[in-house]
């Protein structure tokens, strides 16, 4: 006789959660996140007698890891449970819903929070009971236990790979393509990586030729312009000595060296030097004696530049505007300039005025007669022309900075602005017993 007194059972609404970590057969009509779905099914369905009952909705996260809590199915999911829509999640098995026991641990909050119940149907235990959480966490341990000797495994095929110098995929370094999972020299790349190394030696500042590689054009394997943090990646790279290198430590790699010993060697020699060593060598294999001088007549700096071509280096001066694509007055004011030209007309300007009859009565009149002979001033002031040219090019940079204010550069030529106190303090050197120490 049927007991009428019985309470029947508190209808529970269970949520099926499946989950594969690779696409890998998730096209066929049957695949393995249908099997978890219709063993967590059958499972429900043994509990009706306790009221559980299977919600309409799926939650299915294919081709995705574990490893993760963003999982579109699973977010779904908990925002379900956080609407009060789930009384108990079911899953084939616990590392189909976590990996991570961190992750779980934060799952196992969200279930207790909102008073749901999470089941494996192939690990019998439920999170109610204190025997359920032990198994639960002793079965996770386990799982990510599993996952970090996986991932050493990985970890200790790429160094072995790497012993043996094999290439292990990641970003193709400019001079090289990839055949067969093997680096192959491309050419024309290789050359280009070659003239940036000589090009390096020749320069010594980093600084100085990623604006003249941008100014070219010069681009890296993508396609983009290359700058200062892209050239030192590449005058550091191992690989173009024929190397594989795994965590600091370089092997013999199979494919082919683009860089030669020496010019490595000449390379890195001058990136052991301080920066500021490297600037002074730049700056001193590449004079330029109106440096801070030079202008444009719309007021933009010209600045010192140089280029090689072959076996001879060229050197210029160039407008600020240009190097910074600002834009650019289109009345004639030229936007570079070769250095010897320039330097050349400024140093024949200052000659010549030297020479004139007001320069020579200016500085007479400015000199204290007591204690030096006007004639001395006029033979001083005569044989100055012959005299530059004795000077080391320190010297000579020293004197254009006292003689010369401002150059301006405009459509119709150079406008050069001498400095009268400056040929004045020059003069009184000459004609005293501290001569220009640079003119033994």
């Given at each position: 006789m049927k007991d009428l007194s019985a309470k029947p059972a508190r209808r529970l609404r269970c949520a099926i959660y499946t989950r594969k970590s690779s696409e890998e057969g998730l096209q066929q009509e049957f695949n393995s996140l249908h099997a978890q779905r219709e063993a967590c099914e059958a499972y429900i369905a043994s509990q009706k007698s306790e009221g559980w009952a299977l919600v309409r909705d799926q939650y299915d996260d294919g081709g995705i890891s574990g490893g993760t809590l963003e999982r579109p199915g699973l977010q779904q999911l908990l925002a379900d449970i956080e609407h009060g829509l789930v009384?108990?999640?079911?899953?084939?098995?616990?590392?189909?819903?976590?990996?991570?026991?961190?992750?779980?641990?934060?799952?196992?909050?969200?279930?207790?929070?909102?008073?749901?119940?999470?089941?494996?149907?192939?690990?019998?235990?439920?999170?109610?009971?204190?025997?359920?959480?032990?198994?639960?966490?002793?079965?996770?341990?386990?799982?990510?236990?599993?996952?970090?000797?996986?991932?050493?495994?990985?970890?200790?095929?790429?160094?072995?790979?790497?012993?043996?110098?094999?290439?292990?995929?990641?970003?193709?370094?400019?001079?090289?393509?990839?055949?067969?999972?093997?680096?192959?020299?491309?050419?024309?790349?290789?050359?280009?990586?070659?003239?940036?190394?000589?090009?390096?030696?020749?320069?010594?500042?980093?600084?100085?030729?990623?604006?003249?590689?941008?100014?070219?054009?010069?681009?890296?394997?993508?396609?983009?312009?290359?700058?200062?943090?892209?050239?030192?990646?590449?005058?550091?790279?191992?690989?173009?000595?024929?190397?594989?290198?795994?965590?600091g430590t370089a092997y013999p790699g199979e494919h082919e060296a683009i860089?030669?010993?020496?010019?490595?060697?000449?390379?890195?020699?001058?990136?052991?030097?301080?920066?500021?060593?490297?600037?002074?060598?730049?700056?001193?294999?590449?004079?330029?004696?109106?440096?801070?001088?030079?202008?444009?007549?719309?007021?933009?700096?010209?600045?010192?530049?140089?280029t090689k071509k072959g076996t001879r280096r060229y050197r210029y001066y160039v407008s600020m505007d240009l190097l910074k694509n600002r834009e650019t007055p289109e009345d004639g004011i030229p936007s570079r300039l070769s250095a010897g030209t320039v330097e050349a007309a400024v140093i024949a300007e200052i000659h010549r005025i030297l020479r004139t009859p007001e320069t020579t009565a200016s500085v007479i009149a400015a000199l204290d007669s007591a204690d030096i002979a006007e004639a001395d001033a006029i033979a001083a002031m005569q044989q100055f022309p012959q005299l530059w040219g004795q000077l080391f090019p320190a010297e000579q940079a020293r004197i254009i900075q006292l003689l010369v204010r401002r150059v301006t550069v405009t459509a119709e030529g150079l406008v050069i602005d001498l400095r009268t106190d400056g040929i004045v303090g020059l003069m009184r050197e000459m004609m005293t017993p501290r001569q220009l120490e640079a003119a033994e």
């Amino acid at each position: 006789m049927k007991d009428l007194s019985a309470k029947p059972a508190r209808r529970l609404r269970c949520a099926i959660y499946t989950r594969k970590s690779s696409e890998e057969g998730l096209q066929q009509e049957f695949n393995s996140l249908h099997a978890q779905r219709e063993a967590c099914e059958a499972y429900i369905a043994s509990q009706k007698s306790e009221g559980w009952a299977l919600v309409r909705d799926q939650y299915d996260d294919g081709g995705i890891s574990g490893g993760t809590l963003e999982r579109p199915g699973l977010q779904q999911l908990l925002a379900d449970i956080e609407h009060g829509l789930v009384d108990v999640v079911v899953v084939y098995k616990i590392d189909r819903l976590s990996r991570s026991l961190m992750d779980f641990s934060k799952l196992i909050e969200v279930f207790d929070r909102n008073g749901v119940t999470f089941v494996s149907v192939t690990q019998s235990f439920n999170t109610t009971t204190s025997m359920g959480r032990l198994t639960l966490n002793i079965l996770l341990s386990f799982a990510q236990f599993e996952r970090e000797v996986t991932a050493e495994r990985i970890r200790d095929k790429v160094k072995a790979s790497r012993m043996k110098g094999m290439w292990m995929g990641g970003y193709v370094p400019l001079g090289y393509d990839v055949r067969d999972r093997k680096l192959v020299v491309n050419a024309d790349e290789a050359a280009k990586v070659r003239k940036v190394f000589e090009r390096f030696v020749d320069i010594g500042s980093a600084t100085v030729l990623a604006r003249e590689l941008r100014r070219e054009g010069f681009r890296n394997k993508r396609g983009t312009l290359i700058d200062k943090g892209y050239l030192y990646r590449l005058l550091t790279n191992r690989v173009y000595r024929g190397e594989a290198v795994h965590k600091g430590t370089a092997y013999p790699g199979e494919h082919e060296a683009i860089i030669e010993a020496r010019l490595w060697e000449q390379v890195h020699e001058i990136l052991g030097e301080s920066p500021r060593k490297r600037a002074n060598n730049s700056r001193a294999k590449t004079p330029a004696l109106l440096k801070g001088l030079l202008f444009t007549a719309t007021g933009a700096a010209m600045t010192p530049s140089s280029t090689k071509k072959g076996t001879r280096r060229y050197r210029y001066y160039v407008s600020m505007d240009l190097l910074k694509n600002r834009e650019t007055p289109e009345d004639g004011i030229p936007s570079r300039l070769s250095a010897g030209t320039v330097e050349a007309a400024v140093i024949a300007e200052i000659h010549r005025i030297l020479r004139t009859p007001e320069t020579t009565a200016s500085v007479i009149a400015a000199l204290d007669s007591a204690d030096i002979a006007e004639a001395d001033a006029i033979a001083a002031m005569q044989q100055f022309p012959q005299l530059w040219g004795q000077l080391f090019p320190a010297e000579q940079a020293r004197i254009i900075q006292l003689l010369v204010r401002r150059v301006t550069v405009t459509a119709e030529g150079l406008v050069i602005d001498l400095r009268t106190d400056g040929i004045v303090g020059l003069m009184r050197e000459m004609m005293t017993p501290r001569q220009l120490e640079a003119a033994e």
